[in-house]
């Protein structure tokens, strides 16, 4: 097992997908820019394992990002969607299986009233900040550095994943305009909240916040961090977004609003909600989310909003989630194990890392003391950071391809499994 692996059919593809798609991705994290090498293209996934086009398998630590909590080809999800398909795929009108979704989101998801859904987490938070706009008649918004919203315009300003991984300071194609109404500051700094509410008197929209940040690595929220914003949030009639893409169904049934028992006014959904499908929703307190169209004026739409074939594999997935509440108790000691296991190899071997986690979501800083922000996370050895992801890489274990995304693990992955990515990280020698 410890040859590197093969991937000549992977490399021809990336030669041949740069020459009709930028970069060769469709999302700039997959081009393994940051990391260098080639990515690896995949044919097939199956539990806890990928299979690329040469046929090498990896063990799997990021689920599609988030979306395959159950695993890969989860029997139940296929056979749905697979009836589903003979069926019909499309109406562009309403079905039962939309009101059965929010029906069963409302059950798992505490202080739930209504919910609208879209196609990916870009549109949830996006159509969430033009709610809060529209529904207290402000423009401005506040976000923290580090944490990633989607792609839309307002969001590109000192954001997490890609951005931070790339290290864009400025997004070409975002208006100064636009820019000017994202105001700032590092997460778990609730003294900045402050300044920026003192500063902006009346002006302030939203707080939209990943209430465990999981795109500068994981960052759990310290000090009573969201209790404060809540509290601040109410004495200035400020709407709380709870950006519940990554968490959301992840570390609880009723995502981080659960787990950690603070409560937003309006939480965005993607990911683990679409069961592996492109959807997205967002939802909340029935007084606000009723200023959207048709019943308000705030427009929102969608042509493939609440597809059948995504809303039941959505369905499915979130039935599995609800009826098996264990699975949240496992995949947490699972993620314990591995960071665990990771770490006293690491450890080992003389490398000094900090790990962060919280429930299945899990990651390392090299060379660092603490990471409780964005400024913290960045200052982290991504030299040491690529060696190790390509020492894994070879061994048949597919890490996030940059040091700014959170493990996700799967509840397909086996005790065997992680007994095996320790003993490949213990070969990852700090040779100075
Ligand atoms: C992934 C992610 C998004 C964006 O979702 P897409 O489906 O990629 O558009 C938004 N917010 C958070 C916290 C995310 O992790």
């Known amino acids: 097992m410890k040859v590197k692996y093969s991937i000549r059919t992977s490399e021809i593809l990336f030669e041949r997908a740069q020459e009709s798609i930028p970069g060769g991705v469709n999302s700039p994290v997959r081009a393994f820019k940051s990391v260098g090498g080639t990515p690896v293209f995949f044919e097939r996934a199956e539990g806890a394992y990928l299979y690329d086009v040469d046929g090498n398998r990896y063990i799997d ?46 059950e798992m998801v505490p202080g739930l009233e209504m919910v609208r859904m879209v196609n990916s987490g870009t549109e949830a938070c996006m159509s969430a900040l033009r709610l809060a706009r529209g529904y207290t008649g402000k423009n401005k918004f506040i976000k923290f550095n580090g944490c990633y919203h989607g792609h839309a315009d307002s969001f590109l300003v000192k954001a997490g994943s890609g951005v931070a991984t790339f290290d864009i300071q400025n997004v070409p194609g975002v208006t100064g305009g636009t820019a000017q109404d994202t105001l700032t500051a ?45 509290t601040l949030c109410d004495l200035y009639g400020i709407i709380l977004i709870f950006d519940e893409v990554m968490t959301g169904f992840r570390l609880a049934p009723g995502g981080a609003q659960q787990r950690l028992g603070i409560q937003a006014d309006l939480v965005t959904f993607g990911k683990v909600i679409g069961g592996g499908l492109p959807v997205g929703a967002f939802g909340g307190k029935r007084d606000i989310m009723k200023a959207i169209a048709p019943l308000g004026n705030v427009y929102q739409a969608g042509t493939l909003s609440g597809n059948p074939l995504a809303m039941t594999a959505g369905y499915a997935t979130l039935s599995i989630l609800n009826q098996h509440s264990e699975i949240y108790s496992e995949l947490d000691h699972k993620t314990e194990l591995l960071e665990k296991k990771l770490s006293e190899a690491l450890s080992a071997n003389g490398w000094t890392f900090v790990a962060n986690r919280l429930g299945s979501m899990l990651s390392f800083h090299f060379d660092v ?8 996370a960045s200052k982290a050895n991504l030299n040491t950071f690529k060696k190790f992801f390509h020492h894994m890489l070879s061994r048949g274990v597919y890490l996030p391809p940059s040091a700014f995304e959170s493990y996700f693990l799967s509840n397909a992955l086996s005790n065997a499994d992680i007994e095996y990515i320790a003993d490949m990280a213990y070969e990852f020698k700090n040779i100075g």
Not at 71 to 81: I, N
Not at 89 to 97: D, E, I
Not at 369 to 376: G, H, I, K
């Open 61 to 106: 630590l990021i689920a599609s990002w988030g979306p395959m909590i159950l695993g890969h080809s989860h029997p139940t999800v296929v056979e749905a969607v697979a009836r589903q398909v003979s069926v019909a795929t499309s109406f562009g009108a309403p079905t039962r299986l939309e009101i059965e979704m929010a029906e069963l989101m409302k």
């Open 186 to 230: 590092p997460y778990n700094d609730i003294e900045a909240v402050k300044r920026l509410i003192d500063q902006n008197p009346g002006d302030i929209a939203a707080i939209i916040v990943e209430p465990v940040a999981g795109n500068m690595g994981c960052v759990p929220p310290q000090n009573d961090f969201l209790k404060k914003l809540r």
């Open 369 to 376: 003391d603490q990471v409780t922000n964005f400024e913290q």
